[in-house]
């Protein structure tokens, strides 16, 4: 295996090449199942029922227009086993809940579109350890800090920001800040990573604004979800279980039978949080972030990073770009199956993964099957809606992809099954960052596989199949009145480790057209950054993204690295407009964007390219980022049959090497 920092000896510059995140093989993961860790081959295969996240047992009682919500500490049955194969084992979980009833996902969140709904977020955490702690160690019990915990403080995160840097979870507690994904309220209530709070509110973060969020929920009928958003301990936050679904409905969608657009209604809709995670064998939840864990040696050791020992003791804990499980877990359960009958489901997705793409199929099996080996058929299922509502027609698909963080509703036909068959929910998104292949590399056994509907409970004549009609709610934009061009890159921070970052792909401006500037200081200076902000953009520099109010802007996505990569806007829905290639320069390599590269020490003028330039970090040292250069715009990328996106969305993919266009209105301060 090459790894990213030898390509980058190569080209003998410090920038990562479009080719390098496809070329990734994570020798890791066909070793993940080491001692200590759950093996998913001896997990069982579709045995556990699994929970509807629209059962009205399951949904908080919001009649009121308010509601307590926490954050709390409970153990959970995932349908895990133990190493023999049979012995069920608990997994404790941090979820959301009220009245001391916790779980994960946290329960469902059902409102009516233009209600408001205030909810005071509590913290329950108090005198917690961090619950995910090192393969060689155990949860721990209240105040016992000894255990190696894999929160890596030496990222920008809640406990470092100026004047919090003497708390830690031990003398502060867990940070939390609930965000509600895809919801149109006050920035007030967006659960900024910089709102965070600990338990009892002793540590509030900066920008913190009061205990109660007040969501106005001005917005159609759509399928958001809620989860944990603290500053740089966001990735373990909702690992822990802090995750759950935020239902919108209007007077078409209704969710009841009968409903104005022949939707089917509860108990023919179903809702599912798809996740991945790994284990310990005792069921305890795992995350790499140790020297001999899965993922270390592709970010750290492959890349050279050096993680200094008096930051880094034995090695870590330090945060992984990239995170894989071996075990996919549906609403809080394993390969699950759902039983149903031979009619119409409304299913609602959620792919609430760290970073692993999803591209769904459903094949037809015998009875009691859990793989593909006797595969009857292939079914095709109808695209409704996504994220933040209906969509503007339906559509017939046999592929989905879901990227991270997207919701997708379906209406599936288990009429088209022999009764007392399976329906398998497969996956074919790939064990590896997405590059915007389909089918992508599995390296994992069992990821193929994410839950199954066996078709064996007798029709109910008494309830009409539902037959969607009349969907046309798609995105209503109004033209833009500015361009805008940011872009992603892949970085690197001070140690060396691979570090995501935003940016612009143009000189930046606000609103008005007024340069902005990088700040005048020598940290800055020194760094080369002076004058006007442009390329790669740590989170602590100034915003360069500030639209006026109720403006409507076109925004251009300059994808410059390896991987295709979820994007995400907040207080607002967009249209997705399209996508085109990135013309790069003659003198790029195809392990190279950087000029000057190993090859060639001037551009050849015919496309663009990348520069390295500095990035300051949070405590003032130094990283590598980079600036587009030349920007040269390619033919435009047809629409792919798998990519649905007529519907008002607040995710899209932007594939590497292209330019990825929305549009949106931005009506809300923020």
Sequence with gaps: MVSRREFIKLSGAAGAALAMSRMRLFRALAATQGPGLSDPAIQPKFAAIVPNALDPGFIYNTKFGKIKVGVGQTVQMTGLVATDGVTPVPTTIWGYGDKGF?????????????????????????????LITGKNNTALGFDDYTGRSVVDTSLHWAYSLPGYEKYSIERGGVPIVPHVHGGHSDFQADGNPEFFFSPNYMVRGPQWVGKNYLYDNSQPAGTLWYHDHALGITRLNVYTGMAGFYIVRDDFDTGLPGNPLGLPAFPYEAAFAIQDRMFKDNGELFYPAFPGDPFYNDFIVDEDADLPPDIFSDGGPSGLAEFFGDHMVVNGKIW???????????????????SRFLAIQFFEVPAGDTNFFNAIQQLDFTVVGSDQGLASGTTTVDTLLVETGSRYDIVFDFKSVTPGNRVIMKNIGGDEPFGGDIPGPQVFGETDRIMAFDVVLPLDTAVPDAT????????????????????LFEGMDEYGRLQPLLGTAEPATDYAGNPINWPNTPGYVNAGLVGQMEGSIAWHNPTTENPALNSTEEWEIWNATGDGHPVHLHLVHFEVLGRQEIVWDSHTTEDDLVIPNEMYATPAGDGTYLVTQSVVQHNGEIGNGFRIVNKTYGPAVPQLPEYVENARKDMVTALPGQITRIKATFDKPG
Aim: aromatic share 14%; charged share 30%.
């Design 336 to 354: 699950p199956k759902m039983d149903v009958e031979p009619r119409n489901y409304r299913l609602r997705f959620l792919n609430g993964c760290d």
């Design 102 to 130: 916790y779980t994960w996902p946290g329960r469902t969140f059902e409102v009516k579109s233009y209600e408001p709904l205030e909810v005071r977020w509590e913290n329950k955490l108090k005198h917690r350890p961090y």
């Design 468 to 487: 969607p009609t009349g969907i046309n709610f798609g995105p209503v934009v109004p033209a833009p009145t500015r361009l805008r061009k940011v872009a």
